[in-house]
RNA sequence: AACCUCAUGGUGUAACGGUAGCACAACAGAUUUUGGUUCUGUUUGUCAAGGUUCGAAUCCUUGUGAGGUUGCCA
């Protein structure tokens, strides 16, 4: 068992102790600022476990704040999932949740604040005229024909904007800086644009609304949030959001700090890729178990609990690092090894009848719950002359390392007997269809034979006569490069066809009959497998959620 | 030859001027009614070159490589 996934110290938790220690603050305040245009996926996790993270351990509290300033891409179904995807984490906001959108009016006192100040002005170019004005990587911009209109001018004509005497693109809000400023974030950013828009909680109450950068400085000042963590990407954001800070009067001074977004290989990440995923239906949806967003690896059956554990396992840094899927594959098993009760599946089955066990007799064998945990004690199961096992554990002419069924071989079934294949029964097409075994009444339930026999393996069984159906989808990962965004051509290139197979002929210990959508289990030998959420009585369906570990796969790949 | 940032085994991450450690992966063995679990062991690393220092992964200089930035997106 490995350290237990408590968060090691990291950058930011340093800066972190050092402001209590020196007393720059006395309590940490962090947030969780999503923007309300798509579902979460697990490099938000990362960010959310950082962010609550942080408050749980010092005690302080993490803000959920919706930072919802673009109408044109925003909806209130994605705060609803965003909302859920948290809380299925385990995280809790508490009455700490907020819009942007709440502070639209302070946001708008402080624009005309800066118009007062002479540090902001109406501009009249249109958008194409202001990137040209903008200069670029390296050559410095120009001043716009209108950055020196009076205070008197630009207020008037802000207030018009406001009141909506112009149509989207007219004019904008900018930001008097340095248009020679070596950060082109610098260069007269732009404060506020017209949006003739409807917004999801403001309604038509504005029509001018405010860009990012206006926006996520002063919503921390407001919310008096002491560390505002962030995304590498906005690390040349940082001086403007400073001189947010520096050059209005707000309530408090937060710190932006920013690290390293997650990245994992064999998949994509980004918003955009995902959408496309989900609109041209290489996935059923957004809560595919092949998607690595929230809902999806919920679906999957991944427990909150593993993705936690992950997020604390991979560490906080400014390195762009690309972790390994095994790794989360491997927290996912940590849990689940714990805590997912055992049964038996058969996935591919192929029927045993053992001739010498009495027709139509029936008896319960007991297996244990979770052998991990031995308190949970056993289920009961019933036992019968016809069984189905796994196909993939029977080889009529099998490998030196085969150490399953097969012709004049003993293996013993698990929780049952020991049986040796007498007789292989083929159809006309040579496929087998049956195996016929004779049992060992001495070695029930784990016994031992008295002669010494030895035996190599233990293989899974259901019951012919007393099983459940149901449908069994077994995912692997959806691309088969590790940067399927890397390199040349689409990404979609790399989607893996082998990604999903559906075997609709499973059999089932009938203890599973009574499993509910959501809850992982076991199937002995196979792997961990989740109900799905359409799973009902009459017509079983599980996801694998991930299967265990297999040697006896890895060796024979290596030939 | 713009500005900002980063660089430790295969992957990720520690070491805050003083023995390069941990996890995952890989490999070998032990245990095991799951080829699972558990346990033990092994392999592999400080981007390069200079400098400061008794001592450098750590500080300084230069170079190399990677990423971000030219939305009225966030």
Known sequence: MSVPPSPSKDFIRDIIDEDLASGKHDSTVTRFPPEPNGYLHIGHAKSICLNFGIAEEYGGRCHLRFDDTNPVKEDVEYV?????????????????????SDYFEKLHEWAVYLIKEGKAYVDDQNADEIRKGRGNLQEPGTNSPFRDRSVEENLALFERMKNGEFGNGEKVLRARIDMAHPNLNMRDPVLYRILHEEHHRTGDKWCIYPMYDFTHGQSDALEFITHSLCTLEFENHRPLYEWFIENLPVPSTPRQIEFSRLNLNYTVMSKRKLLQLVEENHVSGWDDPRMPTI?????RG??????RNFCNTIGITKFQSVNDIALLENAVREVLNKEAPR?????NPIKVVITNYPEGETEILESVINPEDPSLGNREI???REIYIERDDFMEDP???????????EVRL???????????????TGEIIELHCTYDPATKSGQNPPDGRKVKATIHWVSATECAEAEVRLYDR???EEAPDKGEGSFLDHLNPDSLETLPNAKLETNLSGVEAGDTVQFERLGYFCADKDSTSEALLFNRTVGLRDSWAKAQKKG
Do not use: Q, T
């Open 343 to 347: 049964y038996m599946a058969v996935l």
């Open 414 to 428: 698990r929780s049952a007997y020991w049986i040796k294949c007498e007789e292989v029964v083929k159809d006309d």
């Open 478 to 480: 959806l691309f088969m």
């Open 295 to 299: 809902s999806g690896i919920r679906r």
């Open 382 to 384: 019933p036992f019968g």
């Open 399 to 409: 490998p030196k390392k085969f150490f399953r069924l097969s012709p004049g071989v």
């Open 302 to 307: 991944y427990p909150a609990k593993a993705i």
């Open 80 to 100: 609803d999932s965003i909302k859920e995807d948290i809380n299925w984490l385990g995280f809790d906001w508490g009455d700490h949740i907020y819009f942007a």
